[in-house]
C-alpha cells in the first residue's frame, strides 16, 4: 500500500538556522507532491507545489526538493524563526488535478529564540 | 476575506444521532473535498465533487454521505455517529484541471465530539 514517512518526532531547531524536513515515499509514483503547514486546531495551508519533471522549488525563505529516484523530498526553511513552528505536511496526489491529497502526519517543528 | 468556510467550528453529537456539517467557499473553485484527521494522524480523504460528480474513496464508510446542492456549497453528513468518528472534518477547495493550479485550500474544520 502506498506509504509516506515524515518525522513525526518534534524537530528542534536554533532561531536563524535552516530547518530540514523530509518526505519519503513508497508504493507512489506522484505526478506532483506539495508542501502544507498545520497550525494547532487549523486547517493546512498551502506553501510549495514541485512536479516530477522538476528538481527544485523556492519561495522566498522556502525551498523544496524533488528525487523521484530516491523517492524522498525535502522542504528547507532558511533563516527561521520562531512564527515558522508548526507542523509540516508533505502531500502527494497522482495527477490529474481533481485528485484528492494523500497526507503524511506530518513533522511539527519548533524553532526556539 | 474568508474564502472557505466551515460551520460549526465545534459540534458536539450523540451516539448515533445524525449530524451533518457544512462548508462553504467564495472562490468559485470547481472541485471540494472532505479531509477527517484524528489527534495526531494524517488528514485522510473521504470523498470529493468534481461539480456534480461525486467520487467516494474506496474505504469511506457508508456512514458517511456528502451532497453538493451548488458550486458554493457542500456538506457532509454522518449518519450515525460513533465514538470512533470524533475527528477534525477538514473540508477544502480546487481550482479545475485546465487551470493548472492543483494546490488545496482549506477551511478551519470543525471538532467533531460524539458523546
Known amino acids: 500500500s502506498q506509504k509516506i514517512e515524515q518525522n513525526s518526532e518534534a524537530l528542534n531547531i536554533q532561531e536563524g538556522k535552516t530547518a530540514t524536513l523530509t518526505c519519503n515515499y513508497t508504493?507512489?509514483?506522484?505526478?506532483?507532491l506539495q508542501w502544507y503547514r498545520q497550525d494547532p486546531g487549523r486547517g493546512p495551508v498551502f506553501l510549495l507545489l514541485?512536479?516530477?519533471?522538476?528538481k527544485e522549488k523556492r519561495k522566498e525563505r522556502l525551498k523544496v526538493t524533488f528525487d523521484t529516484t530516491l523517492k524522498q523530498s525535502l522542504f528547507h526553511i532558511t533563516a527561521s524563526q520562531p512564527a515558522d513552528s508548526a507542523t509540516y505536511l508533505c502531500a502527494l496526489s497522482g495527477g490529474g488535478g481533481a485528485d484528492g491529497l494523500t497526507f503524511g502526519k506530518g513533522t511539527h517543528l519548533i524553532i526556539q529564540p | 476575506d474568508a474564502m472557505v468556510i466551515q460551520n460549526p467550528r465545534y459540534q458536539v453529537t450523540q451516539f448515533g444521532k445524525p449530524v451533518t456539517l457544512s462548508c462553504s467557499q467564495t472562490l468559485n473553485h470547481n472541485v471540494m473535498y472532505w479531509y477527517q484527521q484524528k489527534s495526531s494522524q494524517a488528514p485522510k480523504l473521504l470523498f470529493h465533487y468534481y461539480d456534480k460528480d461525486f467520487n467516494n474513496e474506496a474505504d469511506t464508510p457508508d456512514n458517511f454521505q456528502s451532497r453538493r446542492p451548488n458550486t458554493s456549497f457542500c456538506f457532509l453528513d454522518i449518519r450515525s455517529p460513533g465514538l470512533g468518528d470524533a475527528a477534525m472534518y477538514l473540508c477544502?477547495?480546487?481550482?479545475?484541471?485546465?487551470?493548472?493550479?492543483?494546490?488545496?485550500?482549506f477551511g478551519p474544520g470543525t471538532r467533531l465530539t460524539v458523546t
Open positions: 514541485i512536479r516530477e519533471n522538476e
Open positions: 508504493n507512489y509514483s506522484p505526478a506532483y
Open positions: 477544502a477547495t480546487s481550482r479545475d484541471l485546465a487551470s493548472g493550479n492543483y494546490e488545496q485550500y
